[in-house]
């Protein structure tokens, strides 16, 4: 088995203590947990599932909009009792007891916060069933110590002593596991292949999604594409029809044409040379002379005739 961290993939922002000056007005030495990142290229907006990393009891659910925003407590039992707290959250799944990675609530942006991502708390101490002692609330971080801290004991006990821790914790609610170890395991992988099956299924949803959002965008541009063929197929219909009108009128032109060559008689028309019109226009000699002037003229050739004759 390996951890099941609240985020994944786990990736850490801000380390424990770090930043005292930020921290300080609300009376911490420095940062009190640790911030997990949640915007990936598939949580763009940073809401990413948040699991359980063990067998954890439900606590109580808060909202502080100036601090830890949307917020939860769960009580996890190892070697030492835990008290986790989830803050910043989208919203918190109900549930009385969240097993090994069972989604818990959705991360988000929600409080005293620049960005989306999970702020984890985890304090040590003892719980009863009602109160939860620190085991230091008074070490500067009212409580809380490194994160770390609860990953390695939680690592240590799934790989070296899971069985026999069981079997101690169980054993004092009168519960026995020495012959149900190969059950116990066999429960282990079986909740190891649960979350395996719910990742699959959250990225199978998304692609569905994805796909969908395509076919969407697809069928816009088919619907846009057979709006213009139609335009263009209305504006080739529209030049046929006037080529047609036009054809129609050479046409009629044409038949016009034919009629009035077939009304004329041929033997009406005159047919002659460029010569002969050139002769027919050209000025006549007594052309450039007025009236008066021909008269003149005509009586000047006459003497002139009348005296050669003599």
Not at 43 to 63: I, T
Not at 84 to 89: G, K, R
Not at 241 to 257: I, K, M, N
Not at 279 to 293: G, I, N, V
Request: hydrophobic content about 35%; aromatic content about 10%; charged content about 30%.
């Amino acid at each position: 088995m390996e951890i099941v961290y609240p985020i994944s993939p786990h990736f850490i922002t801000q380390k424990f203590g770090v930043n005292p000056n930020v921290y300080k007005k609300f009376g911490l030495k420095g940062h009190n947990g640790i911030d997990i990142r949640t915007k990936y290229p598939d949580s763009l907006d940073g809401k990413r599932p948040m699991a359980a990393s063990w067998l954890s009891d439900f606590l109580l659910k808060g909202n502080d909009p100036k601090g830890y925003g949307v917020n939860f407590e769960v009580i996890v039992k190892l070697k030492r009792d835990w008290k986790l707290t989830y803050a910043h959250c989208e919203f918190v799944v109900p549930f009385k007891t969240a097993q090994w990675g069972e989604q818990m609530a959705v991360s988000d942006n929600t409080g005293f916060s620049t960005a989306a991502h999970v702020h984890l708390t985890t304090k040590p101490g003892k719980w009863d069933g009602k109160v939860f002692i620190h085991e230091d609330y008074n070490n500067g971080y009212k409580g809380a110590v490194d994160p770390q801290q609860f990953f390695d004991e939680l690592g240590a006990i799934m790989e070296d002593d899971m069985p026999q821790w069981l079997n101690g914790l169980l054993q004092e609610n009168g519960i026995s596991l020495d012959s149900a170890e190969g059950r116990i395991r066999e429960i282990f992988d079986q909740s190891k292949r649960y979350e395996l099956a719910q990742k699959e299924r959250d990225k199978a949803l998304r692609d569905l999604a994805e796909a969908r959002g395509d076919a969407t965008k697809f069928e816009e541009n088919y619907i846009t594409a057979q709006k213009e063929n139609k335009r263009l197929a209305d504006e080739i219909d529209e030049l046929k029809r006037s080529v047609a009108s036009r054809d129609t009128q050479v046409t009629a032109l044409e038949a016009r044409v034919l009629t009035l060559e077939g009304q004329l008689n041929p033997e009406k028309v005159l047919v002659i040379t460029r010569e002969e019109y050139a002769r027919l226009t050209a000025k006549k000699q007594l052309d450039k002379f007025t009236k008066w002037e021909l008269v003149q003229e005509i009586v000047k050739r006459f003497i002139v005739w009348k005296r050669g004759d003599k």
